[in-house]
């Protein structure tokens, strides 16, 4: 019954800017840590950004600091990952992914998965 919607993908050229959205229901998601994965053609599935819900820092992925920022809304339980700077090499599809227990930061810990949007930079 739990389910994760992400939208908010399409193609932009480098250097843009993109924001993904991410609705999740069926449950409350306290001490669940909340965030987003990204999986480009041919590789593995790579940690992004992500938060504790019941409170904290947001953490992110040496790839994606300083030009990626992760937000959320308690109220409508939705989080946002604000990509700024965008290059070529952050082409993928991103998952929103959620946690119950832990930090979040390998996808074999994950217990539920969006099925993704597809965010393409051109050069």
């Known amino acids: 019954q739990v389910q994760l919607v992400e939208s908010g993908g399409g193609l932009v050229q480098a250097g843009g800017s993109l924001r993904l959205s991410c609705a999740a229901s069926?449950?409350?998601?306290?001490?669940?840590?909340m965030g987003w994965f990204r999986q480009a053609p041919g590789k593995e599935r790579e940690f992004v950004a992500a938060?504790?819900?019941?409170?904290?820092?947001?953490y992110y992925a040496d790839s994606v600091k300083g030009r990626f920022i992760f937000s959320r809304d308690n109220v409508r339980n939705t989080m946002f990952l604000q990509m700024n700077s965008l290059k070529p090499e952050d082409t993928a599809v991103y998952y929103c992914?959620?946690?119950?227990?832990?930090?979040?930061?390998?996808?074999?810990?994950?217990?539920?998965w969006g099925k993704g949007t597809l965010v393409t930079v051109s050069s």
């Open positions: 069926g449950r409350t998601f306290s001490g669940y840590a």
């Open positions: 992914a959620a946690q119950r227990a832990g930090t979040m930061t390998r996808p074999t810990w994950v217990d539920y």
């Open positions: 938060i504790n819900w019941s409170g904290g820092m947001a």
